[in-house]
């Protein structure tokens, strides 16, 4: 597996210059005779009298060899940008027969076999993915002719065989071992178990794209292609249809006429029996996504070299086999299953004696209650069981590595198409929910979506997101009025503003200020609703107007007629002769407080990397650590590679690169902690400064290389000196040199031996790095790797399997610098706890924390003006020439920049005056003065609320600037579930 590159030996009419016959005809030479060497080796070694040291070093021996002489090969060839065409395959389907034998001869699956005496692990992960690599190369596309086909076919027929073999084995003798009364345990049995449980996890890594190559590449009338399918979903049917692929004619479908369903038995013999213990594989999660990628990538690469121009959508889905049927189950029954699991577990019911159901964790109270086991499921765990169980998290992550793998100057149509439809798909789906479901909304909007964003962000491909109907479901949820439902849609419009195009940016524009503006700020009495959309229009709307944009003046317009309406009303605010106005400014000290005591605060965000959570969690096994608690979390992590302890998802790869990637991560976490404490000391780590200066000074690199050759001049001193932590020990070294002639004494001495051993990274950690930090862009592989000589290149195809760089942006590339994350006001709150608690025993829904509206304003809390200048008392109402000591707020127009007085004025009308009622009798002009009175002062109040709730959204925005970008700030909160089924409220 690894890039397109894998098929760059295939370009359908490509010339290859005398340069690049001469390295194919070089390699080809190479591979013979080390093919030769190695069945002379295997042959020669007598295993049966053998010690348990000689069985390791016969283990050792090979596996390094094999390193050295096929896998370094295969991998740059995986990895090489020039375009080659192979003629003789010959030598690869030799070493394919011969890596299978050699798997075969195994006999540690064995009952009776001792473990001294097999292949070792490392050794049968090396030979797996030796086969995984062939497998893709020699794969079969449009310009190879039906003898190649047949080959192929039938050597993928053996590697099933081989693997499928063992993974019986694999299990009898686990189910035998299990049975075992574990008094009579005995260590070898122990270890045995052990041994069996590590060989499966390899074998797993590998059956999904086992089971891909199977699915196109096996005759049909095997069909194991329909077996497949059905293991996928029961209720499918077949025709006879033309396929892109021309050795394939079957279509299939769903159906529900079970006359057309697709009966096993009618097909079933030997064969199909035996594919269905390989085929029951792909019901793990894992692998079907393994399955997934390889499946799409062999149709990618083989839509490259049609003759045709085929475009891929949904009217030629039918042409590719079992698509509709894989598409539909990985988008729209994955959705499905995520969101009834995600329903399921908040509904659950906790100890109705504690009734934690109605706790929140603004109560004062909140973590004494809820410290039993039945307690609340907090909003990190609800985080981490999305980003850790969610099938539709996996997909796309899936889909995030394939376009990290394939190159997009040769697929960037067909990759866009291929997105696209999934996306289509997911959106046909998200549809059909209610705009009042908002516990799904959430997870759609606020965790699917924007995971997405996260991860295509650092690629051109991001721009397959059709915006139109993502944002039409946002607005459709700010026109329910409803406070969950308006807060989704609001949260997830700021999060994602600086990924939606300009054109889209200025329609979602208009429909909020012209559409919504009186929804969201005026009848709303949620201060959370008004608070969000000032942020999002503070933040991200206006920041983001262009000049030449027609919307430019829309904002400013809106904040400029309260302005002139609250101006306006001063003269028919005295009229009233209302001396208490305490109601209209006592927003202006909480105008950023929501439900009672919380605040939204800007804190910096700093996460884990991948690097740090795969130390963590590897580290200590025992530790329980919330991996996703957060959605800005993920904004830098693959959840599929942290779950997996930092291993390859997607295909079976040598032990030893994931021993190097644990080992790195070790080494940079702890330069991490090393660097955060001589910071907070005011020094610098002198371990951080040697790794920069080796990057920096090239002259002194190439001296301190010297030096490590020197110490280090072996196949196995090199490996040994990184896969013991980088140590430099005396007693290592000793050791090391005692092996140090290993393969010179099977093998022996060679120019390649000798040229590998100088060029593979040695003890600095940088030059580890460099490995993994190689092809960091993945948009410029190619040209990045076009200048890098061959020394290089199998220093990093060595060591550094593609893969393990792939999408490498997600894990250092971090977009959120800032957070809006909750933070609670303390309060004396001791007669609401006393209510609250005497509530929740009695099974009360809602208390004095609970109540969502404004309560009315404490006398202590009146806003007097003492000591005012001159401009700050220009705002004074007045009655009889004396003060109210009122007063009333002015907007802050300085995020709108230099504007002209009076731009795009336009009138504002005041409300009915009194003289218009003539007419009516004087009992209903009291009445109606009366109500003119209320409802002015209800008017003003509003206005108020909503300019002071404006204004210190201004000073934080300037606050903020002063500082970093708009852009990258996210706002982590939650919507949670409601405490009832008879009321909607918003726990946070």
Same mark, same amino acid.
């Given at each position: 597996?690894?890039?397109?590159?894998?098929?760059?030996?295939?370009?359908?009419?490509?010339?290859?210059?005398?340069?690049?016959?001469?390295?194919?005809?070089?390699?080809?030479?190479?591979?013979?005779?080390?093919?030769?060497?190695?069945?002379?080796?295997?042959?020669?070694?007598?295993?049966?009298?053998?010690?348990?040291?000689?069985?390791?070093?016969?283990?050792? &021996?090979?596996?390094?060899?094999?390193?050295?002489?096929?896998?370094?090969?295969?991998?740059?060839?995986?990895?090489?940008?020039?375009?080659?065409?192979? /003629?003789?395959?010959?030598?690869?389907?030799?070493?394919?027969? &011969?890596?299978?034998?050699?798997?075969?001869?195994?006999?540690?699956?064995?009952?009776?076999?001792?473990?001294?005496?097999?292949?070792?692990?490392?050794?049968?992960?090396?030979?797996?993915?030796?086969?995984? *690599?062939?497998?893709?190369?020699?794969?079969?596309?449009?310009?190879?002719?039906?003898?190649?086909?047949?080959?192929?076919?039938?050597?993928?027929?053996?590697?099933?065989?081989?693997?499928?073999?063992?993974?019986?084995?694999?299990?009898?003798?686990?189910?035998?071992?299990?049975?075992?009364?574990?008094?009579?345990?005995?260590?070898?049995?122990?270890?045995?178990?052990?041994?069996?449980?590590?060989?499966?996890?390899?074998?797993?890594?590998?059956?999904?794209?086992?089971?891909?190559?199977?699915?196109?590449?096996?005759?049909?009338?095997?069909?194991?292609?329909?077996?497949?399918?059905?293991?996928?979903?029961?209720?499918?049917?077949?025709?006879?249809?033309?396929?892109?692929?021309?050795?394939?004619?079957?279509?299939?479908?769903?159906?529900?006429?079970?006359?057309?369903?697709?009966?096993?038995?009618?097909?079933?013999?030997?064969?199909? %029996?035996?594919?269905?213990?390989?085929?029951?594989?792909?019901?793990?999660?894992?692998?079907?996504?393994?399955?997934?990628?390889?499946?799409?990538?062999?149709?990618?690469?083989?839509?490259?070299?049609?003759?045709?121009?085929?475009?891929?959508?949904?009217?030629?889905?039918?042409?590719?086999?079992?698509?509709?049927?894989?598409?539909?189950?990985?988008?729209?029954?994955?959705?499905?299953?995520?969101?009834?699991?995600?329903?399921?577990?908040?509904?659950?019911?906790?100890?109705?004696?504690?009734?934690?159901?109605?706790?929140?964790?603004?109560?004062?109270?909140?973590?004494?209650?809820?410290?039993?086991?039945?307690?609340?499921?907090?909003?990190?765990?609800?985080?981490?069981?999305?980003?850790?169980?969610?099938? &539709?998290? %996996?997909?796309?992550?899936? $889909?995030?590595?394939?376009?990290?793998?394939?190159?997009?100057?040769?697929?960037? /149509?067909?990759?866009?198409?291929?997105?696209?439809?999934?996306?289509?798909?997911?959106?046909?789906?998200?549809?059909?929910?209610?705009?009042?479901?908002?516990?799904?909304?959430?997870?759609?909007?606020?965790?699917? $979506?924007?995971?997405?964003?996260?991860?295509?962000?650092?690629?051109?491909?991001?721009?397959?997101?059709?915006?139109?109907?993502?944002?039409?479901?946002?607005?459709?949820?700010?026109?329910?009025?409803?406070?969950?439902?308006?807060?989704?849609?609001?949260?997830?419009?700021?999060?994602?503003?600086?990924?939606?195009?300009?054109?889209?940016?200025?329609?979602?524009?208009?429909?909020?200020?012209?559409?919504?503006?009186?929804?969201?700020?005026?009848?709303?009495?949620?201060?959370?609703?008004?608070?969000?959309?000032?942020?999002?229009?503070?933040?991200?709307?206006?920041?983001?107007?262009?000049?030449?944009?027609?919307?430019?003046?829309?904002?400013?317009?809106?904040?400029? /007629?309260?302005?002139?309406?609250?101006?306006?009303?001063?003269?028919?605010?005295?009229?009233?002769?209302?001396?208490?106005?305490?109601?209209?400014?006592?927003? *202006?000290?909480?105008?950023?407080?929501?439900?009672?005591?919380?605040?939204?605060?800007?804190?910096?965000?700093?996460?884990?990397?991948?690097?740090?959570?795969?130390?963590?969690?590897?580290?200590?096994?025992?530790?329980?650590?919330?991996?996703?608690?957060?959605?800005?979390?993920? +904004?830098?992590?693959?959840?599929?590679?942290?779950?997996?302890?930092?291993?390859?998802?997607?295909?079976?790869?040598?032990?030893? +690169?994931?021993?190097?990637?644990?080992?790195?991560?070790?080494?940079?976490?702890? $330069?991490?902690?090393?660097?955060?404490?001589?910071?907070?000391?005011?020094?610098?780590?002198?371990?951080?400064?040697?790794?920069?200066?080796?990057?920096?000074?090239?002259?002194?690199?190439?001296? *301190?290389?010297?030096?490590?050759?020197?110490?280090?001049?072996?196949?196995?001193?090199?490996?040994?000196?990184?896969?013991?932590?980088?140590?430099?020990?005396?007693?290592?070294?000793?050791?090391?040199?005692?092996?140090?002639? @290993?393969?010179?004494?099977?093998?022996?001495?060679?120019?390649?031996?000798?040229?590998?051993?100088?060029?593979?990274?040695?003890?600095?950690?940088?030059?580890?790095?460099?490995?993994?930090?190689?092809?960091?862009?993945?948009?410029?592989?190619?040209?990045?790797?076009?200048?890098?000589?061959?020394?290089?290149?199998?220093?990093?195809?060595?060591?550094?399997?593609?893969?393990?760089?792939?999408?490498?942006?997600?894990? @250092?590339?971090?977009?959120?610098?800032?957070?809006?994350?909750?933070?609670?006001?303390?309060?004396?709150?001791?007669?609401?706890?006393?209510?609250?608690?005497?509530?929740?025993?009695?099974?009360?829904?809602?208390?004095?924390?609970?109540?969502?509206?404004?309560?009315?304003?404490?006398?202590?809390?009146?806003?007097?003006?003492?000591?005012?200048?001159?401009?700050?008392?220009?705002?004074?109402?007045?009655?009889?020439?004396?003060?109210?000591?009122?007063?009333?707020?002015?907007?802050?127009?300085?995020?709108?920049?230099?504007?002209?007085?009076?731009?795009?004025?336009?009138?504002?009308?005041?409300?009915?005056?009194?003289?218009?009622?003539?007419?009516?009798?004087?009992?209903?002009?009291?009445?109606?003065?009366?109500?003119?009175?209320?409802?002015?002062?209800?008017?003003?109040? %509003?206005?108020?609320?909503?300019?002071?709730?404006?204004?210190?959204?201004?000073?934080?925005?300037?606050?903020?600037?002063?500082?970093?970008?708009?852009?990258?700030?996210?706002?982590?909160?939650?919507?949670?579930?409601?405490?009832?089924?008879?009321?909607?409220?918003?726990?946070?």
């Amino acid at each position: 597996m690894g890039s397109v590159a894998h098929n760059q030996f295939y370009e359908c009419g490509s010339k290859t210059s005398s340069q690049d016959k001469f390295s194919i005809e070089k390699y080809e030479t190479q591979l013979f005779q080390s093919l030769n060497r190695f069945i002379g080796f295997i042959n020669n070694a007598d295993k049966s009298v053998g010690s348990k040291e000689q069985n390791t070093k016969f283990c050792k &021996t090979s596996s390094n060899f094999l390193r050295l002489k096929l896998l370094m090969i295969l991998r740059q060839w995986c990895d090489r940008p020039q375009k080659f065409t192979i /003629e003789n395959r010959d030598v690869l389907i030799q070493w394919w027969v &011969t890596l299978l034998n050699f798997l075969n001869s195994d006999t540690s699956l064995q009952m009776d076999a001792t473990l001294e005496f097999n292949l070792s692990i490392e050794l049968t992960s090396v030979c797996l993915e030796c086969v995984s *690599r062939l497998m893709t190369i020699l794969i079969i596309l449009p310009v190879h002719p039906y003898r190649d086909m047949e080959i192929y076919s039938h050597h993928l027929l053996l590697t099933i065989h081989c693997i499928t073999n063992k993974l019986i084995l694999i299990s009898k003798n686990t189910k035998k071992l299990s049975r075992t009364e574990s008094n009579d345990k005995s260590s070898t049995n122990d270890k045995k178990l052990q041994h069996l449980n590590r060989y499966s996890s390899l074998l797993r890594s590998f059956i999904g794209k086992l089971n891909a190559y199977a699915f196109f590449y096996l005759p049909e009338e095997l069909h194991f292609d329909t077996i497949l399918l059905l293991t996928v979903s029961p209720q499918i049917s077949s025709s006879i249809q033309t396929c892109l692929f021309s050795w394939k004619n079957r279509h299939y479908k769903f159906t529900g006429d079970q006359e057309q369903i697709i009966r096993s038995e009618t097909f079933e013999n030997k064969d199909t %029996k035996f594919f269905k213990i390989i085929v029951s594989y792909i019901k793990n999660d894992f692998i079907l996504m393994s399955f997934y990628w390889h499946y799409w990538y062999i149709i990618l690469q083989y839509i490259k070299l049609l003759d045709s121009n085929f475009e891929l959508g949904k009217s030629t889905l039918p042409c590719i086999p079992g698509s509709e049927i894989l598409l539909t189950h990985v988008t729209t029954r994955f959705l499905n299953s995520d969101l009834n699991k995600f329903t399921r577990i908040i509904k659950q019911t906790p100890n109705p004696k504690i009734a934690n159901d109605n706790l929140t964790e603004s109560h004062p109270n909140f973590r004494t209650l809820s410290g039993n086991n039945n307690a609340l499921i907090t909003s990190e765990k609800i985080n981490d069981y999305i980003f850790s169980n969610f099938k &539709t998290i %996996k997909l796309w992550e899936c $889909l995030r590595s394939l376009s990290g793998c394939i190159s997009k100057e040769d697929h960037s /149509e067909s990759l866009e198409n291929m997105l696209s439809l999934h996306e289509s798909s997911l959106i046909d789906y998200i549809s059909t929910i209610s705009a009042y479901d908002y516990v799904a909304a959430n997870v759609i909007y606020n965790k699917i $979506l924007q995971f997405i964003v996260f991860q295509f962000e650092t690629l051109p491909s991001l721009r397959f997101i059709q915006w139109g109907p993502w944002y039409n479901g946002l607005l459709s949820m700010l026109r329910t009025k409803n406070i969950n439902c308006q807060t989704v849609s609001l949260l997830c419009l700021f999060n994602i503003w600086r990924h939606i195009s300009f054109e889209e940016r200025e329609e979602i524009t208009k429909r909020l200020l012209k559409d919504l503006w009186i929804s969201l700020t005026f009848d709303n009495e949620f201060p959370l609703i008004r608070i969000l959309f000032m942020k999002l229009l503070v933040f991200k709307i206006i920041p983001n107007i262009q000049d030449s944009s027609l919307i430019r003046s829309l904002p400013y317009e809106k904040i400029r /007629e309260l302005d002139e309406e609250l101006s306006l009303n001063k003269e028919n605010l005295v009229l009233t002769q209302q001396y208490y106005l305490s109601d209209i400014v006592a927003h *202006r000290k909480n105008a950023l407080i929501f439900n009672g005591n919380s605040h939204l605060m800007m804190v910096p965000k700093k996460p884990n990397t991948e690097d740090q959570l795969v130390y963590k969690i590897n580290h200590d096994k025992k530790l329980r650590i919330e991996k996703f608690p957060t959605v800005s979390s993920v +904004a830098n992590t693959r959840p599929n590679v942290i779950l997996k302890n930092g291993k390859y998802v997607y295909d079976v790869l040598d032990e030893m +690169a994931s021993k190097a990637a644990y080992l790195l991560a070790e080494k940079k976490t702890k $330069l991490s902690l090393k660097k955060n404490l001589k910071t907070m000391d005011g020094s610098e780590d002198d371990q951080v400064g040697e790794d920069e200066d080796e990057d920096e000074n090239p002259e002194d690199n190439g001296a *301190r290389k010297k030096k490590t050759k020197e110490r280090s001049s072996s196949l196995s001193a090199t490996f040994n000196s990184w896969l013991s932590k980088f140590s430099t020990a005396s007693e290592e070294s000793q050791k090391k040199k005692e092996r140090e002639s @290993e393969l010179d004494i099977e093998f022996g001495d060679d120019e390649d031996n000798i040229y590998f051993s100088k060029d593979t990274p040695k003890r600095t950690s940088s030059n580890l790095e460099k490995i993994f930090k190689h092809g960091n862009h993945s948009g410029s592989i190619a040209s990045s790797n076009s200048s890098i000589k061959l020394n290089k290149v199998r220093e990093n195809t060595l060591i550094g399997p593609p893969e393990l760089r792939y999408s490498n942006e997600i894990k @250092e590339y971090n977009g959120i610098t800032t957070i809006f994350k909750l933070v609670f006001i303390q309060t004396n709150r001791k007669i609401v706890e006393k209510i609250d608690i005497a509530n929740m025993k009695w099974g009360t829904i809602h208390g004095g924390s609970k109540y969502m509206k404004p309560l009315p304003v404490p006398k202590d809390m009146i806003v007097v003006n003492t000591g005012k200048s001159e401009n700050e008392t220009r705002n004074l109402v007045t009655v009889d020439g004396k003060d109210l000591d009122i007063e009333l707020p002015v907007p802050d127009f300085s995020i709108f920049g230099e504007r002209k007085e009076h731009e795009h004025e336009t009138p504002v009308k005041s409300g009915q005056s009194f003289e218009e009622s003539e007419g009516c009798g004087e009992e209903d002009i009291a009445v109606w003065k009366q109500n003119q009175e209320m409802r002015l002062k209800t008017r003003i109040q %509003k206005i108020c609320v909503v300019i002071e709730t404006f204004n210190a959204t201004v000073r934080e925005y300037f606050d903020f600037s002063n500082r970093l970008e708009h852009e990258s700030i996210f706002i982590d909160f939650e919507v949670r579930k409601p405490s009832s089924n008879s009321s909607i409220n918003i726990k946070v």
